[in-house]
Structures are given as C-alpha cells and as structure tokens.
C-alpha cells in the first residue's frame, strides 16, 4: 500500500538545478501542445476525471474539480471503521488503449493508507486480473496541484484495451481518522499505432551488439531517431516540456536495474516503449523518457533518455545524479497480478541488462563488484547510502531515503550478484566501445 506524501514530493529530485523550470506548473494549454506533437508521432491519450462519492457513485468530472468525498464508514459511535472498498463504474473509451496511469487527489492523515489498483478489458465484460499501480513517482511542478495533494504512481501496462475500472481500498489504523479521496485521474494512452519491431528491421537494420566475449552479436540497440528509431518526440529547448538533460555534468558512478511493474512480454514492445515516453514526458511532465536504456524480452536495448554520455536520468528520485538507469520491460515480483508463473525474466533480457551494466563500467572505470557511496547525499529524503556500482532501484531506499518499492522485483534483484560478477568478468575483454561513442553523440 502506498501512504500518501505531499510535501516530500513536491521538490523533486529529478534534475537538481532548474529551480524555476521545476516550479511551473504545467498548464492545460502545454499539455495540449504536447499531446498535439506526440499525436503526430502515433501516440494519443485521454483523462478521465471521476470524483468517487460517499455513496458509492462514480461522478465524471473536469479536471479541476474536488467534489469526491469517499471515505471509511462511519460506526454507531461515530469512530471510522478500519477498512473500506470503492469500485468505480466502468469506463468505456471510444478508442484503443494500450497503458493507463493513475493520479488522485485525496486526504491521506498520518496513520491511513490508500492503496489504488486498475483492470482493463477488451469489451467491458471480460476483465484481466487487478493490478497495483506501483509505487509513487514524482511529477514535476506537481506542488503547485490543488492543496499540493496530487499523487502520481508508476502506469500499468494492459496490451490492448477499450475499457477500464478503479478500485481504492482505504485503511486506517486510528479509528478517528479516514481518508478522503477528492479527485481521480486515469490518462488512458494509445501507442497501438507504433511500427513494430519487423517494421523497423524494414527501415534499416539496427545496430547489432554483443559486448565483449567476441563472437555473434546477440541482441540490437534501438536508437531513438533515424530511419528505425522507435520515435517519440523531442521537446526543444524552449518549450515549456523541455528539461535540460544536463548531459556529462554528473559522471556515471553507478548503474541501477529497474523493472516496469508492467504486463511481461509485451505484443509489441516499441508500443510499450512509447507509452513510457509519453507517461514519463507529458503526464509527468518530465519531457522525456525517464531511463536510459530499456530492455525487451528479446534483449533488444532502446535508447531511453536524450542528451549524451552521463545524462541526467528521472529513474530513482533524489539518486538521479551520477546513476544510470537499466529498466526491463516486466514485472518481476513473484505473485503480482499479470505475471506469468514464476513471473522470471528472460535469459536474453537479462543478457542484454548486463553487457549494458558491463559497458557503462568499463567506459567510466567502475569495478561492479565494489560498493561506493553516494557523493551528493542531502538531509532531505537523500541519505548518503553505500551501494554497489551495479545495484537494485530498492538498494536506494534504506534507513532515512524516502524512496520505497519492490522495484526490480525479487526475481531479478536476486540475480544481481550473478550479474555482477558477470560484468566484473567481462570488463577486461571489453575493448570496442563504437556504441558509447554513437550514444555520447545524444
């Protein structure tokens, strides 16, 4: 379950030093811009805004509105009741949608908890299984949202749907104290349009990559741009959306491995791809796909943030200096709705994770096997952890940090040692690093 934060989250830790950019608030008529480009690009979304009512009534709303009054039930002797349940009416989209993220507004004391999980559908009668939003992510200006109270959370991945339901589960543990939830947001996505991986082998070939070891090249990286690119829109700087990607300032010193917490081996993993840009860049407000690199269940590697060698990435709030970021498209927690049994990642994918690790060590002179700390530690939220140089986003999340998830999953945080000495076995027969020096061109 996720306990609501509002002032910890208000001055994110994504791109320190853009203090005035950071503090715009993200008006309707940029957004609108934004979605215009990313439209021309084949990508396309809508929000639902819905108030929950007491009554157990789903009203849609505009996107200012606060009307939702949802809360515990209420004992004879007027003390809240510990637990309650809201399951919303269905939404029907004129349209396809293959990824939803989730925000609301509400009311959450110290002391309750409100937990937020999602099912879609391909006709509003056959339902896949309930699926947690993840964990709380930092939307840039979002302190400027009504009352400071918006919560963002990771999307959740659905494939292809045209329906889609809510449910909140509200918790106490203080019978005088209740939740309140105001406000709920579901931004339904649609990058079903995406070339697939065929149509990009189509364009040109891709670059083929085997690091170290010699022999046949396992897997491609997927640049960005160029003929098979897999093609989000960049924003220039200027814009409203764009971030400076403060490129080379901050030297890579560690490598974190992510996963999405999103459905397993995707139908189409550039659709998937593009969906993270558009959560990541528009709804978040970040102006760009968050990670580095991502992983499909092929090992394929897609070129995640704009800008160069040692990028600022938006992949582990307030840890984003000197870190860069490996997500595998996945969901890798054992017994997580949507996994597939064993909910294990692939050999290829986690092939692929550790040669990019493996690569990114060797370029910048870091032995995986060695724990380091964090040189740009803060009293708010930022302890100065120790960590390996190739670790786990959840490694960034202990004692004072406020950051808290099961990210990468047990089934891949398990294996990092292995990858670990993997990597720390192949460094020295790395020696072509023609890849970093197309990625240090951005």
Not at 340 to 369: C, F, I, K, Y
Request: aromatic share 10%.
């Amino acid at each position: 379950m996720h306990k609501h934060k509002s002032a910890l989250l208000g001055r994110r830790g994504f791109l320190q030093g853009t203090a005035a950019l950071g503090a715009m608030l993200l008006g309707g008529r940029t957004v609108a811009n934004a979605r215009l480009a990313a439209a021309a690009a084949g990508i396309r979304a809508q929000d639902w805004h819905s108030l929950p009512r007491n009554d157990g009534s789903t009203v849609t709303a505009g996107p200012e509105e606060l009307g939702g009054d949802f809360q515990l039930g209420r004992a004879e002797d007027g003390s809240f009741e510990p637990s309650r349940l809201f399951i919303s009416e269905v939404f029907q989209s004129t349209g396809w949608f293959n990824m939803v993220g989730m925000h609301w507004v509400a009311d959450v004391p110290e002391g309750t908890t409100l937990e937020l999980e999602v099912r879609g559908s391909l006709d509003g009668t056959q339902w896949g299984p309930w699926t947690s939003v993840g964990h709380v992510m930092d939307a840039r200006g979002d302190e400027e949202s009504p009352l400071g109270l918006e919560t963002f959370t990771d999307a959740v991945e659905f494939g292809r749907a045209r329906a889609m339901q809510y449910r909140i589960t509200l918790e106490t543990s203080d019978a005088r104290l209740t939740p309140v939830v105001r406000r709920v947001t579901a931004t339904q996505i649609d990058a079903l349009d995406s070339p697939g991986l065929e149509d990009l082998d189509s364009r040109g070939h891709a670059i083929p990559f085997r690091v170290g070891n010699g022999g046949p090249p396992t897997a491609r990286l997927i640049l960005r741009d160029g003929p098979n690119g897999w093609g989000p829109t960049d924003f220039e700087p200027g814009s409203p959306m764009y971030w400076e990607p403060y490129a080379g300032v901050y030297p890579t010193q560690f490598v974190t491995i992510h996963h999405t917490a999103w459905a397993n081996n995707p139908e189409n993993p550039v659709a998937t791809v593009r969906a993270v840009w558009y959560y990541h860049a528009i709804t978040l407000g970040w102006g760009d796909v968050g990670y580095h690199y991502l992983v499909d269940q092929y090992g394929n590697v897609y070129q995640g943030r704009a800008g160069g060698h040692a990028t600022e990435g938006g992949h582990v709030s307030r840890y984003n200096h000197y870190n860069t970021g490996i997500c595998l498209l996945g969901q890798f927690e054992p017994g997580a709705p949507n996994v597939p049994p064993g909910g294990e990642p692939t050999a290829e994918a986690l092939d692929s994770a550790m040669r990019m690790a493996a690569l990114q060590s060797a370029w910048w002179g870091l032995n995986p096997l060695e724990q380091a700390a964090y040189p740009k530690p803060d009293a708010s939220c930022r302890p100065q952890l120790v960590n390996h140089r190739i670790c786990g986003h959840r490694d960034w999340g202990r004692g004072a940090s406020c950051v808290r998830t099961a990210c990468p999953g047990i089934n891949v945080y398990k294996r990092l040692p292995a990858i670990r000495e993997r990597a720390a076995a192949l460094i020295p027969h790395i020696q072509d690093f023609h890849l970093m020096e197309i990625l240090k061109r951005g």
